[in-house]
C-alpha cells in the first residue's frame, strides 16, 4: 500500500469510529447532547477534581534492567496469571468429566484451585488497603513477598515505589513572574462538568441527560507501550449522564448494557469481550466496571463505566463558590446530579478493530489472500470501482458510476493491474464492496457487486448500486 494511501487509511479508520460513536451516542438520544471543552482549563478545575492531589500511580524501577514499571501493574498481572492458571485447571476437569462436569462445585471443592483463590484473596486483601493508605512500603514488601521479577533482568532488585503524578503542566502567560502553572486535561470529564450549568440551561435539559464529548486526553504514563494501547497523548470519547440522586444504579446497569451493546454492534465476536467489576473504587465513584476486549496481548480495558456520584459536580461547586444545581421541577427541589459515566479510547478501539480483522486465508483453487475483515460501516473505503479492461468505452462508464456514487460513500477507483489482483488489493484494505463494469454495462446498464468477505458476485443495476450498498453497510 502506497504510504500516502496508508495514512488516509488510518487517519479514515479513525473517524469511522468516532463518527459512529458521536451518531449512536448524540444522534440517537434525543436526550444527550455533544460539546466541545477547552484543553486547558484553569488550573483551580483540577485541584477540585483530585487531579492535582490524586491523579497519580505508584512506580517502581528495576535497579538491574534501569526498567520502570507501574508497581500497581505489576501486582495486577500477578493476580491475572493467578487467575488464569484457574482457568486452565477448569478448563482441563471440563474435558476430563465431560457432560458431568461441575463447574461451581469444582471450584469450592478442587484442593489447588481453592488454594489459587485464597492466595487471589489475600494479596488483594493486602494490597488495596495498602493502596488506600499510601503505604507504598507494604506494596514494595509485597512485590518481594509474592516473587514477582522483572520481565527483563529477571532479578528482584527493586527500588522503593514512588507515586508518579500523570498530569503534563506547562506555563501560561508571557512574563515569567505572571505565568500560572496549568495542566493538559488528563480526561474529557471535567470540561463536561465545569460547563454542566451552560450546557443544561442552554439546551434545556431536563434530568436525566448527558453530555458527549470526544477529545485528546494527555497523561505522562509511566509506561508507555504496547503500541497503541497506552500512549500519552490520546483520544477520548466521554459521555456523562446526569440523573437524579438515588437513581444512579439503575442508570449504571443500564449504560453498561447499552456500552456492551454498541461493541457487539462493531461485529466482533461477544466471546472477545468481557466485563470486570472494579474491586477498588476511585474516591469519587459508588460502582464502576471496565468492558475489556481480547488484545493480542491478553484482556485489557477498552472502556470504563463509573458510578461517579455527585463528587464532581459537589467539588467543582465548593472550589468555585458558585452553586451547581438542577432544579427539578416536578419535585420542585434544587439538587446536586449524580452522574453515570462512560468513557471509552478511541485509540484502543481502533487498534481492537485493526488487530481483529487482519487475516490470511487459503482458498480453494490454492492461492493465498490477505483480508482486513473491518465491519462495513467502519471500513475507511466502502466501495471500488472497477473497470474490467482499460478500453472499449469502459474507464469513461465506471468514472459515471463514481462520479455519482463518491457523494454518497468513500470510493476508490483504480483500473491498473488484472481484475482479480485489484480485488485482493482491496481485500487487504479492508473494501467491503466492489463494483466492477464490464462489457455488459455498456449494453444494459449492470454492474457487479463483489462481496469482501464471501467473494461472491451478482449483478445489480447501476443505479441501484448506492442503496444497495447503504442496505449492505447498515446490515
Ligand atoms: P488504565 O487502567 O488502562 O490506565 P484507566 O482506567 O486509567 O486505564 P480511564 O481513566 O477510565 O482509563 O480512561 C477511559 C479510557 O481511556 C480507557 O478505557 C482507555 O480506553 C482510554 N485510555 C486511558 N489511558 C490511555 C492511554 N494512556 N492510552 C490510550 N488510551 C487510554
Keep these: 500500500m502506497p504510504r500516502s494511501t496508508a495514512l488516509y487509511f488510518l487517519q479514515a479508520l479513525k473517524n469511522n469510529i468516532r463518527e459512529y460513536w458521536w451518531k449512536s451516542m448524540v444522534q440517537y438520544h434525543e436526550n444527550i447532547v455533544g460539546l466541545d471543552a477547552a484543553i486547558f482549563m484553569h488550573p483551580t478545575v483540577w485541584k477540585a477534581s483530585g487531579h492535582v492531589d490524586a491523579f497519580s500511580d505508584p512506580m517502581i524501577d528495576n535497579k538491574d534492567s534501569k526498567k520502570r514499571y507501574r508497581a500497581d501493574v505489576l501486582i495486577e498481572e500477578y493476580i491475572q496469571k493467578t487467575e488464569d ?3 486452565k485447571e477448569v478448563e482441563k476437569a471440563r474435558v476430563r468429566f465431560g457432560e458431568t462436569f461441575d463447574e461451581t462445585m469444582y471450584r469450592e471443592t478442587n484442593p489447588r484451585v481453592k488454594e489459587y483463590l485464597e492466595k487471589i484473596t489475600a494479596v488483594k486483601h493486602r494490597f488495596y488497603p495498602a493502596l488506600d493508605r499510601n503505604d507504598l512500603a507494604d506494596v514494595k514488601l509485597l512485590i518481594e513477598e509474592l516473587g514477582i521479577v522483572c520481565p527483563v533482568s529477571g532479578t528482584k532488585n527493586w527500588t522503593e515505589v514512588r507515586q508518579f503524578n500523570l498530569m503534563f503542566s506547562t506555563q501560561m502567560g508571557s512574563v515569567n513572574e505572571d505565568a500560572s502553572e496549568i495542566y493538559l486535561r488528563p480526561e474529557t470529564a471535567q470540561g463536561i462538568f465545569v460547563n454542566f450549568l451552560n450546557v443544561q440551561k442552554t439546551a434545556r435539559m431536563k434530568i436525566p441527560f448527558g453530555i458527549a464529548q470526544t477529545g485528546k486526553a494527555f497523561r505522562n504514563e509511566i509506561v508507555a507501550r504496547q503500541f497503541l494501547f497506552r500512549m500519552r497523548e490520546f483520544e477520548q470519547m466521554e459521555m456523562q449522564f446526569f440523573v437524579k440522586p438515588g437513581e444512579e444504579m439503575k442508570w449504571y446497569e443500564y449504560w453498561k448494557e447499552e456500552r456492551m451493546k454498541w461493541h457487539l454492534s462493531l461485529g466482533m465476536p461477544a466471546n472477545k469481550y468481557r466485563f470486570h467489576d472494579h474491586d477498588k473504587l476511585a474516591h469519587y465513584a459508588n460502582a464502576a466496571a471496565d468492558i475489556e476486549f481480547e488484545f493480542p496481548i491478553g484482556f485489557k480495558e477498552i472502556e470504563g463505566i463509573h458510578s461517579r456520584t455527585d463528587f464532581d459536580l459537589s467539588a467543582h461547586q465548593k472550589f468555585s463558590g458558585k452553586k451547581i444545581q438542577y432544579f427539578d421541577t416536578e419535585q420542585n427541589e434544587s439538587y446536586v446530579p449524580y452522574v453515570v459515566e462512560t468513557s471509552i479510547g478511541l485509540d484502543r478501539t481502533f487498534l481492537a478493530v485493526l488487530s481483529h480483522a487482519y487475516r490470511e486465508e487459503k482458498l480453494e483453487d490454492g ?3 490477505v483480508v482486513l475483515g473491518i465491519p462495513a460501516r467502519l471500513a475507511p473505503i466502502k466501495v471500488a470501482v472497477l473497470p474490467l479492461v482499460k478500453k472499449d468505452g469502459l474507464p469513461e462508464k465506471a468514472r459515471e458510476i463514481m462520479d455519482k456514487l463518491m457523494y454518497d ?3 476508490f477507483y483504480e483500473e491498473k493491474d488484472t481484475i482479480g489482483r485489484r480485488y485482493r488489493r482491496m481485500d487487504a484494505l479492508g473494501t467491503p464492496y466492489c463494483i ?13 457487486i463483489r462481496d469482501r468477505d464471501t467473494m461472491l458476485q ?3 443495476g447501476m443505479e441501484q448500486v448506492s442503496s444497495v450498498v447503504s442496505g449492505r453497510i447498515a446490515g
Design 458 to 460: 451478482e449483478r445489480i
Design 409 to 411: 460513500h468513500r470510493c
Design 367 to 369: 492461492s493465498d489472500r
Design 85 to 87: 492458571k484457574i482457568s
Design 436 to 448: 466492477t463494469i464490464d462489457h455488459q454495462t455498456l449494453q444494459d446498464n449492470t454492474v457487479t
